[in-house]
């Protein structure tokens, strides 16, 4: 019976299968990988978005829960405005004066239910195009921030064009010199040698000719984007006269006509101005309108036409060009190749609608898609993904590709889906990962061009993590969040799960590792990332007291579950209890028994705070408290000490590696695990279990 040691050197994640790979844990909770040595450290927590130093939570101590957080860039990332919204009231943060505030945007928005998807946030260009499917969609500009000096420049403006510009009014052209001007007509009038000027000119022996003329207009908003024409205005009519008419009628005179021209709504930075040719001539009443000239700003009303028809520009866009916006209720949407797509709301939820090329307010009439049949159910996700844009839907992904406007539209799945849209996340070096009714997918691939040129993919990576899958709840599934940093390399999701109505368990995908673990006690309702990789979440249950946490809050190494407002200052709350179960080890063989000796854990030093351990054999719930150790070196002096920098986390010299021993003494078993549950500064990278096998067999099965 010779001595055997089972050496783990490298530590990976949960697997819930049986029998566990080697390396592998039971239970990894509130841990995270360890910059340095690549094994699992506690040192992770949150704290206030802005540590201001005063007893409160500002300026978000008045805020509930909060739905829905974004943040707007610019200049490559630059720039960062936070958006969020919460009971209704849509805020950006404003802190270019220094100290942080909170604007309101917008109120009396659309409060979702929890089984409803809130409000989405799609960036284009310099806009951040905002929905929720059921207000009015925005465009958010957030530049200049400070608006003291700027009362005529929104930071937002609607979404599309709602409805045609009214038609312009032209005033009656009056050819009688003697008359008094009414107020409605007006008397310009250039010689037939100026060029300028309409009407058709009259020799003095020609007889008298009429001449008509017809406008329409169109608005030109922020993007670039033209709308739907006007109708046509009343028509413009008056007769040149050969020269022996009256004395104050002038011979083969030509006129301007003035235009009232409407102004439309904030977003409007231009009006175009189309005109017929005189519908009088020969060749019949032609009713073509063509460019006539733009007015490039939203304030002037009067304009005068002094244009003849040879000098009009090029036939004005055809009815369909631009059309009435066609997704007024949309709930979701994203930016590819250059097009604003955007869904058609929960009551046109099988069709996608996409924008002309840079211009998310200009939508032609032509330019949409129908997903596929009804059984995969409506949209409920759009990402783009390289040259691809996933749709969603509840039980199928299509994917869309081409370029405007001849878009493909293809099933990749009939499936899988998601209604968990703000899980749909890309993740650098894998693909897109989203949580479904039944566990985590991968995305990857996706045809010539996508990154390296693979095939499409659906891969469910979330099978070591399937009991926690099976415990989500799928009535608020439209509720779960998740966000990649690139800081940490880490993809936290966090949703519901055993009833509950909002998030409050997460599960986290560790990118170098390809490995899972678990978070609990997040309060986490909705994430982002900044332009740093820093993870922000909006709390999940706000101010629900008086000096309660509410607002927006920060995933860091600070081992803190957030702040706690104690009157006189904010102070840090306890660290995080972090649990490690081991697999459950089998040395090889099930049925034969094993005498355990030793666990010996390969960690770094951190001073003098506790490193308890339990141990168990065969399956057991309970468990054998071994005596606990600090995390000394056990052959060298101690180290100095210098007092306590974060909670449970000792200051000293520096960290080495090192080996804690742990005495076990059990009784034969087939299967021997351990667990470490702390709330103080560890980090563990391996470790080793020292054991006898006996020839001991486990006994003969149970007769029935």
């Known amino acids: 019976m010779n001595n055997k040691i089972f050496r783990i050197q490298s530590l990976g994640g949960i ?18 990988k360890d910059e340095t040595t690549g094994g699992w450290s506690t040192r992770l927590g949150y704290e206030r978005y ?25 200049r490559n990332r630059a720039m960062e405005v936070v958006l969020l919204s919460s009971e209704g009231n849509l805020y950006y943060i404003n802190d270019v004066t220094g100290t942080m505030t909170l604007s309101t945007l917008q109120s009396g928005r659309n409060v979702p239910a929890n089984s409803e998807l809130p409000t989405q946030y799609i960036p284009f260009g310099k806009f951040t195009i905002i929905v929720n499917g059921q207000d009015a969609p925005l465009k958010f500009d957030g530049w200049p921030l400070d608006r003291s000096s700027f009362a005529n420049s929104p930071l937002f403006t609607s979404l599309g064009f709602n409805n045609r510009p009214p038609a312009p009014t032209p005033w009656d052209v009056e050819v009688n010199q003697a008359a008094t001007p009414n107020g409605e007509s007006v008397s310009i009038f250039f010689t037939r040698n100026s060029g300028k000027g309409l009407g058709f000119p009259v020799d003095d022996a020609a007889t008298d000719k009429d001449n008509k003329f017809y406008y329409k207009i169109s608005f030109v908003s922020d993007t670039g984007s033209e709308s739907p024409l006007s109708l046509a205005s009343d028509v413009v009519q008056f007769t040149t006269t050969n020269g022996g008419g009256p004395a104050y009628v002038l011979a083969n005179q030509r006129y301007a006509i003035a235009l009232e021209i409407p102004t439309g709504g904030d ?17 019949g009443n032609d009713r073509t309108f063509y460019y006539l000239d733009t007015i490039r700003n939203n304030v002037d009303t009067l304009y005068y036409d002094s244009t003849g028809s040879g000098a009009l520009g090029s036939t004005a866009p055809s009815e369909e060009t631009s059309v009435e916006f066609p997704a007024r209720r949309a709930n979701l949407g994203a930016d590819f190749q250059g097009c604003l797509f955007l869904n058609g709301g929960d009551t046109d939820s099988h069709n996608l609608y996409f924008s002309n090329p840079l211009k998310p307010d200009q939508f032609s009439g032509l330019d949409f898609i129908t997903v596929g049949n009804s059984a995969g159910g409506g949209i409920t996700g759009l990402h783009s993904y390289y040259n691809t844009l996933l749709v969603f839907r509840e039980t199928a992904i299509d994917v869309v590709t081409g370029s405007y406007p001849n878009f493909q539209l293809t099933q990749v799945s009939n499936s899988v889906g998601t209604t968990a849209t703000n899980t749909i996340t890309t993740v650098p070096e894998l693909g897109v990962l989203f949580l479904s009714k039944d566990g985590v997918y991968l995305f990857s691939g996706g045809g010539a061009g996508v990154y390296g040129g693979a095939v499409a993919q659906l891969t469910k990576i979330s099978t070591p993590i399937h009991r926690q899958m099976k415990q989500l709840n799928e009535a608020v599934l439209a509720r779960a969040t998740a966000a990649y940093s ?3 390399r880490e993809w936290q999701c966090f ?26 006690n997040f309060p986490v309702g909705c994430m982002t990332t900044d332009r740093g990789g820093n993870l922000i979440f909006g709390h999940n249950l706000g101010a629900t007291a008086a000096n309660a946490p509410a607002g927006l809050f920060v995933m860091s190494k ?85 007092g306590k920098a974060v909670l449970g986390t000792d200051t000293w010299e520096d960290q080495f590696l090192t080996q804690i021993r742990y005495a076990v003494a059990v009784n034969a078993c087939s299967t021997f695990a351990f667990e470490i549950e702390t709330t103080n500064d560890t980090t563990i990278i391996g470790y080793d279990i020292h054991y006898t096998e006996i020839q001991t067999k486990i006994v003969a099965g149970k007769p029935v």
């Open 50 to 74: 802005n540590p201001v130093a005063s007893n409160s939570f500002a300026p978000f101590q008045a805020l509930k829960r909060i739905d829905s957080v974004f943040i707007h860039s610019r």
């Open 267 to 283: 977003n409007i930075i231009a009006r175009n101005i189309y005109r017929t040719k005189n519908t009088s001539s020969d060749a």
């Open 495 to 520: 949703f519901a799960k055993e009833g509950a109505e909002k998030p409050n368990f997460g599960v986290v995908y560790h990118v170098d590792k390809q490995s899972w673990s678990y978070r609990s």
């Open 486 to 488: 690139t800081k940490t």
């Open 15 to 32: 697997v819930e299968l049986q029998p566990q790979p080697d390396g592998s844990a039971s239970r990894i909770e509130n841990w995270t």
């Open 558 to 642: 600070r081992r803190v579950q957030g702040q706690t407002d104690s009157g006189d200052t904010v102070v840090d709350n306890s660290p995080f209890t972090s649990i490690y179960f081991s697999k459950w080890h089998e040395f090889g063989d099930q049925t034969r028994k094993k005498k355990i000796h030793y666990v010996v854990l390969h960690c770094l030093t951190t001073g003098d705070v506790s490193m308890p351990l339990k141990h168990y054999i065969d399956f057991a719930y309970t468990g054998t408290s071994a005596t606990t150790m600090k995390q000394q070196r056990p052959d060298h002096t101690d180290q100095n000490v210098y």
